[in-house]
Each structure stands twice: as C-alpha cells, then as structure tokens.
C-alpha cells in the first residue's frame, strides 16, 4: 500500500473513532437523568431533570394522569362494552431524556415499561410587530401503554400494546428563557392505535423549562398560564375592594371629624335678634 492509500485509510479510521466517540457522548448523555420525585411535598407530583456535560438542561415537575378506554366483553360475550383505565405517573419512574439547541425530549417508563410517556419540545422565532421574538413549546406528547397489564385493566379485548399520540399540538407556549407554570389541570387528546379510542391526559401543578436554564436545578422566571392568572386576579380582586372600602370610610371619618372641629370653633350667632344686645 503506498503512502496515499495509508493517508486514505486512516483518515477513513478517524472518521469511525469519531462517530463512535459522538456516539457514544450521546448515549452518556442521554443517560444523565435523575427522578427526584421523593423532594416533592405532592405525593402525586414527579420531578424529573436532564443533565448535559454536568449542567442542567431541562427540567420537569407535574402531575400526570391518563384516562383510557378499552374494551371488554358484556355478559353475553356477544356485544362489547367500553370500561375505563385511570393510569397514573407513579414515582420512582425510570427517566430519560436529551436536550438541543431547538429541540429538547423527556421520556418517562413505569410499572416495567408497561407505559411510556415521550413529551417533544421545540423552540421557535417568530416575527411579531415588535420584532423578532423566541418561544417554546410543548410539540407532541406519545404515550404508550399495555392493555393486557392487570392492574389497571380487566380482561380487555385485544389486550396489547397500543400507541396514542397527539395531533397538531402546541400546548405550553411560553417566551424563550422562562420556565412555564400552571397549577390548574390541562388536558391533552391522544388518539390511540386501539380503533375509535381517544386518549385523555390530564397535567396538573405543572413547572417545566426544557430550554436555556441558567442555574443548576434552578427553574428561570415563571410564565404562568392564563388560568392561574385569572384565579390568582379572582383570589386578590376582593381584597383589594375591601382595601379601597377601608380606605373610603377611613377618608371619610376624617372629613368629617375635621368638619365638626372647624364648625365646633365657630362663633354661633343667636338666632333670636333680642340677644344681639349681649353680644360685644
């Protein structure tokens, strides 16, 4: 083999190491997951975060629950009737996940890998009036779950594994650079591979930045949802009524005590003409 040939190949050796070695850093990504569900005060709360080259890069807190039909047979095994699964996310859930300059994935398995929730989320620019502004959002959401699993279904038709999956979604829309909150409960439909099936998933106490968190397993400013926003302005709007009230009386009690002071002070004139000669 001549000098070229040598040259060719172990260019062609240093591409492979390459890949295999970013290959590799990938997987170890992947893999620098941690569920820290049992810090949470909510029994029914889950906290999952993604960690890349030992930082923070995506971060997830909610409460999740999927609400699933399925079918089994009635009492004369000739007609179908349709039951209903309420699965929940349960903790010490094995977690995964990567994040990426634009795109970012979680993905969640429980009860050996009888359910899987995949959650996409992408960032985007868009052109406003006021010039050029960046968001994320919550792209798509896959879960996959087990019918023949006997826990939570009982002597399903086509018992299996079956995928239900979002269509044209774009849920958590939140300014680039903010952590998205929301208490109230959203639901989310996922039509299921199981035939005429709809998913439900229903999100509640949720706080999830996928994209640029700053500090280490420190959530960036609250975007809160309009709900919240709505029931936090339902919560302070009596009280501040009941402070502008006070305020009210408290002015006028005021006034009025100045009014009596100054009219107090006054001379009085005798309204009877005869006593005028007194007065001097």
Request: proline share 3%; aromatic share 8%.
């Amino acid at each position: 083999m001549d000098l070229r040939g040598r040259a060719v190949l172990g260019v062609n050796r240093l591409r492979v190491l390459l890949m295999l070695f970013h290959t590799m850093a990938r997987i170890m990504a992947e893999q620098e997951v941690e569920n820290l569900s049992g810090l949470s005060t909510n029994p029914e709360k889950d906290i999952f975060v993604v960690r890349e080259n030992g930082t923070t890069c995506l971060m997830a807190e909610f409460a999740a629950k999927f609400i699933v039909p399925y079918d089994v047979w009635a009492s004369n095994y000739v007609d179908l009737i349709t039951e209903q699964a309420d699965i929940s996310l349960t903790r010490g859930a094995e977690v995964k996940g990567h994040c990426g300059h634009n795109e970012s994935e979680l993905q969640v398995f429980w009860v050996d890998r009888a359910y899987a929730l995949k959650m996409l989320f992408v960032k985007e620019s868009h052109n406003t009036s006021k010039g050029p502004e960046a968001t994320w959002r919550l792209s798509k959401v896959q879960f996959v779950y087990d019918s023949s699993e006997k826990t939570h279904f009982k002597d399903a038709v086509s018992a299996g594994k079956h995928t239900a999956n979002s269509h044209h979604l774009s849920a958590l829309v939140t300014p680039a650079g903010k952590s998205y909150e929301c208490q109230a409960q959203q639901t989310i439909s996922l039509a299921s591979s199981d035939p005429q099936k709809t998913v439900t998933m229903i999100l509640s106490a949720v706080h999830i930045q996928p994209f640029d968190i700053i500090s280490d397993f420190v959530f960036s400013e609250e975007h809160k949802c309009p709900v919240d926003e709505r029931e936090q302005l339902e919560e302070t709007l009596p009280l501040i009524l009941g402070l502008i009230l006070g305020l009210v009386i408290v002015v006028t009690l005021v006034i009025y005590h100045l009014h009596h002071k100054m009219t107090a002070n006054q001379v009085q004139i005798p309204r009877d003409r005869s006593q005028y000669k007194h007065m001097g």
